[in-house]
C-alpha cells in the first residue's frame, strides 16, 4: 500500500479535543490532505487512542475539494488502527486538495493527534451515514493534525509503510 492522502504517523500527542462526538465530522488541515501520490483508493484509515463510549461505529469519508463525497465506510471502533476496505475506489491526484472526515455514531472515541497547534475542521452534521456534500472549512478547532489516511496502489512513488513508523515510534508492530 503507498500513502496518498492525509498522514499515517501516530504520535502520543491526543487529549479531549480530540475526542469525537455525534453530529461532527472531523476532516484534518488541508495542507495534510493534498494528495502525495496518483493512485487509486483502497483504504481509508483513522488511528484511534481508545473506544470506550456509546459509538459502535466510526464511518470515514473521502471529499473532493469541491465537497462532493468520493467514498467511504465504516468499522467498529477500536484502539490502534482503524481500516476500511474501499472497493472500486476513487483516482487521486499527486498535488490536489481532498478532505479526510471521521464521524463516530456516538461518543467515546478518543483520536490520536500529532500534539501540535494545527487546526482541525469540525462540521457540524447529524447525518450518517456522511452525506454526500460537505462545505470546507468548517468550524475550526484548537488541536494537533488527525492521524488518518487514504491508502492505495500507485505507481512510480515510494511506499510509506504505517507499521514501519509504530515501530520507530516504540509503539510496536
Known sequence: MTLLAGSNTP????????????GNAYGGADSINVAVANGVVTSLNVY?????????????GLYDS???????????PAAGLNTVAIAGGPTLS????YHLVVQANGTGVLLVDDGTTFHRQRIT??????????????????AGQLTMWADGTSSGTTEQNFNGAMGMMGMGT
Open 11 to 22: 504520535t502520543t500527542g491526543g487529549g479531549s479535543a480530540g475526542s469525537l462526538s455525534t
Open 48 to 60: 484511534l487512542i481508545s473506544s470506550t463510549g456509546t459509538a459502535t461505529l466510526i464511518y470515514l
Open 66 to 76: 469541491g465537497g462532493n463525497l468520493l467514498c467511504q465506510g465504516n468499522v467498529a
Open 94 to 97: 499527486s498535488g490536489t486538495q
Open 125 to 142: 452534521n447529524a447525518t450518517l451515514p456522511l452525506p454526500s456534500t460537505l462545505t470546507f472549512p468548517g468550524t475550526n478547532i484548537n
